[in-house]
């Protein structure tokens, strides 16, 4: 990430997709602390399903993709059904992702990472990504939500193609006890943190690698970022609905 460091320090600001995501996260989740994966409704939130992945934590260290959007699909340029959640992310930011989908989810807590593109001086912003957590039909903290959400205009550069993500930066929100995750009508999270490279570091550590972190990935046919599918928005994975 050091190619990035003049990107490093800007906070994120939460886009119209994460606004209407959290907020429709937030109104599932009531008094909770969370709302359960079984509420949410696609019809619902129909229009950013392209941008959504669901995420499972059976056990701490292991965070796997369960249903994952055609739009996330195409841009990462792979088939990511049952691929552990790091395989969105170049090597060197996979403990930083990692911990940032630990965090969300076992606290629980908003995570938001911040994605470039480009190399050295060349880089520039790409988009976020924004973890919310869920509960599962147990009750327990093992699932959560991701919305890849790229600023306006955004595409690759001409030289790059389909791959990996680059983070920059990760923050925290918290959630609150009482209230609203984000006031209506404030677009700005004023809760959000810096989770710094060394909390992210130790994080990262304690974090048990997935054993088949480095399976060969299998490139999906011809995949072109943005291109409009006949595929289903989703793909279900078996057991997806838990």
Known sequence: MSDMAHLDHEMPQLDARMLEIARYWDSLRGDRAVPGRVEIRPT??????SRLAILARPRAGTVRLRLVGAHVMNRI????????????FDLDDRGTAMAAAEAAISTPAVTVLALSS???PHAALEGHMMILPLCDTTGALTRAMALYSEVP???AAPYEEPGRLRVT???????????PLLPAGQSDAPNLRR???RAARDLAIAVAPDA?????????????????TAAPILRLIEGGRS
């Open 195 to 197: 989770i710094s490279q």
């Open 169 to 179: 930066g990760t923050w925290v929100l918290d959630i609150p006890e009482v209230g």
């Open 153 to 155: 205009n955004w595409k």
């Open 118 to 120: 480009g190399e050295g």
């Open 77 to 88: 340029g792979m088939e990511l059904r049952g691929m552990p959640f790091r395989a969105l």
């Open 212 to 228: 088949d972190i480095d399976a060969p990935a299998m490139p999906l046919q011809a995949p072109k970022v943005g291109a409009p």
């Open 44 to 49: 619902e939130i129909a229009r950013h399903l």
